[in-house]
């Protein structure tokens, strides 16, 4: 028998030596958060989280219950079987674990509440209680306390001895119903302090935090956390590092009676990071709100301060450094960040430029005139910034003018002969010509960088004209003379038309022929006039000419 129980033992101890572990309780770990009471129709908020963070969720399939992520909207009902609402979080972890939270919520359909102070010095006054109840009309108990006055809604409370008195109430509703709540006075000793100041600060920012004691004229010790420099009743506090740090002090009567501590707790928080626009305009004033802060702890953005908020340039851009700062401390807690400030009002010139035939001048050149007719091209193009949603970038815009200048005469040419039976009496020296010229031509071109986009857009038309006006006069003996007027004009043309990327030119120039009547005069009378024709230039047609755009990027 010893034998047998001295092996179960040995078995047992085995069992427990080898009993499995849950080994992967921390791969998965999961809590539910939200209000633990809630009224028939009311709508609450519920709030899962797990770990490790990247996972999903899902709700339990409980009435009025809508899902939406990690969070869920719960709204009031009274179940059939319980008093409570319960909810369950199933949360499923990156690696398939899964692990679960349940909250139980009371569904109040009666409700009371205390209001009024939760200490007081036995020296004080009475203070006075209000309860409330819901829905409203019914009527309250109070429960049997020393130093309590009851008087319906209200209740008058004078503390009897120190310590933490709960007085509690009973609501019964119109229908009947019965709740109940309690409220905590802690009625103080003689000796008491407490500590008033700020509960925030920035690291390398300091507060003053101010002690009061009772009875008067007692002594302070404060305890020292990195950070404390403790005067009498008053101390300066210098957040060192992000956190919550607790600050205690411990007040002395003047009587020398037991003392009495107070705790007053301050979170300190620093700086993780600031981003902003990429870019913005010169001239443009922002607020902390157009960036985006993290504290350490989170929470605390509107007490950063930014700087600067304001920015410009005179230059096309400039770089401006945006700093984040815990407060206004020598040695605050800082976090920056890059803006490109644009100026586009700004430019500088871009070369830039592309040759535009000149066809107005190719009949003059038939004719020996060619150099009086010319083409001024003026081109001006200048770069730019924009402040694009992905940053600063360049742009350019400008354009180029072309204007016809034309010399225009008289211009004499010579050595034509007159055609025909006159030709043998007498050759016509010369022609008179005088031109004339108009026309004025636009090709504007834009490079918008924020859209990544050129538009050429433009163009006219040139045109140029010419007129002869010549006499014929000859005296071949004194019974012959031959006399006669020649005239005629033409048009040149030369038209550009923008494109997608190109221009497209074309041009035609009409013939120039000088006409007129020859007479030859004779002492018995003068011969039938002889009609003239002479082709100066003869008309043509260019074929159509394409001339390719530059790049504007």
């Not at 004078?158 to 109430?169: A, L, N, S």
């Not at 709100?289 to 350490?296: L, Q």
């Not at 055609?419 to 071109?445: A, C, H, M, W």
Request: hydrophobic content about 35%; overall charge negative.
């Amino acid at each position: 028998m010893n034998r047998l129980r001295t092996k179960t033992l040995l078995f047992s101890l085995i069992i427990l030596v080898f009993y499995p572990v849950f080994t992967y309780a921390w791969e998965c770990e999961a809590t539910l958060d939200g209000p633990n009471v809630i009224k028939e129709g009311q709508t609450i908020t519920l709030s899962a989280s797990g770990a490790p963070a990247g996972g999903s969720y899902s709700w339990s399939n409980t009435p009025n219950l809508v899902p939406n992520g990690s969070t869920a909207q719960l709204t009031g009902y009274k179940p059939l079987f319980s008093e409570y609402i319960y909810v369950t979080i199933t949360y499923t972890s990156p690696k398939g674990k899964k692990c679960h939270a349940r909250k139980a919520i009371w569904v109040c359909i009666c409700y009371v509440k205390i209001n009024g102070p939760e200490e007081f010095k036995i020296d004080d006054p009475p203070i006075i209680l209000t309860a409330e109840g819901d829905p409203s009309g019914g009527t309250y108990e109070w429960s049997n306390t020393p130093g309590l006055v009851a008087n319906g809604s209200t209740a008058e409370f004078t503390g009897q001895e120190p310590g933490d008195i709960t007085i509690e109430v009973t609501y019964t509703t119109p229908d009947g119903k019965i709740c109940t709540k309690t409220h905590t006075v802690t009625v103080l000793k003689e000796c008491s302090v407490s500590i008033s100041g700020p509960s925030v600060v920035g690291v390398g920012n300091h507060i003053t935090l101010t002690a009061s004691g009772s009875p008067e004229g007692g002594t302070y010790i404060w305890e020292k956390p990195p950070g404390l420099l403790p005067g009498t009743s008053s101390a300066i506090f210098t957040g060192q590092e992000p956190g919550d740090v607790a600050i205690e002090v411990v007040y002395t009567p003047p009587d020398g009676g037991e003392p009495c501590p107070a705790i007053h707790n301050v979170t300190v928080f620093g700086l993780r990071s600031i981003t902003g626009p990429s870019c913005v305009n010169s001239g443009t004033t922002l607020a902390r709100e157009d960036f985006n802060i993290v504290t350490d702890p989170r929470g605390f953005e509107d007490l950063v301060i930014v700087s600067p908020l304001s920015f410009s340039t005179l230059s096309q851009s400039a770089e401006v450094t945006v700093t984040a700062y815990s407060g206004t401390g020598a040695g605050s807690d800082e976090a920056t960040t890059t803006i490109t400030v644009v100026n586009s009002n700004i430019n500088t010139i871009k070369g830039l430029s592309f040759e535009i035939p000149n066809y107005i001048k190719k009949p003059l050149e038939i004719i020996g005139l060619g150099d009086k007719v010319d083409l001024s091209v003026e081109t001006s193009f200048k770069d730019f910034k924009e402040c694009c949603v992905f940053g600063a970038a360049k742009s350019t815009d400008g354009k180029t003018t072309v204007g016809l200048s034309v010399v225009a005469g008289p211009f004499i040419i010579f050595g034509f002969p007159l055609p025909g039976v006159v030709k043998k009496f007498v050759t016509l020296d010369v022609l008179t010509i005088t031109l004339s010229g108009s026309g004025n031509v636009e090709i504007k071109g834009k490079y918008a960088a924020c859209e990544d986009k050129t538009n050429w857009s433009g163009g006219g038309s040139l045109k140029g004209g010419i007129e002869t006006a010549s006499e014929v006069k000859a005296k071949i003996s004194k019974y012959f003379v031959i006399q006669g007027k020649l005239a005629g004009s033409m048009g040149v043309t030369e038209t550009l038309e923008v494109l997608v990327s190109e221009i497209k030119v074309t041009s035609n120039w009409d013939g120039l022929n000088a006409a007129g009547l020859i007479i030859i005069k004779t002492p018995v009378g003068d011969i039938e006039p002889y009609e003239v024709s002479i082709d100066v230039i003869k008309g043509k047609k260019l074929p159509v000419f394409y001339i390719s755009l530059p790049s504007l990027k």
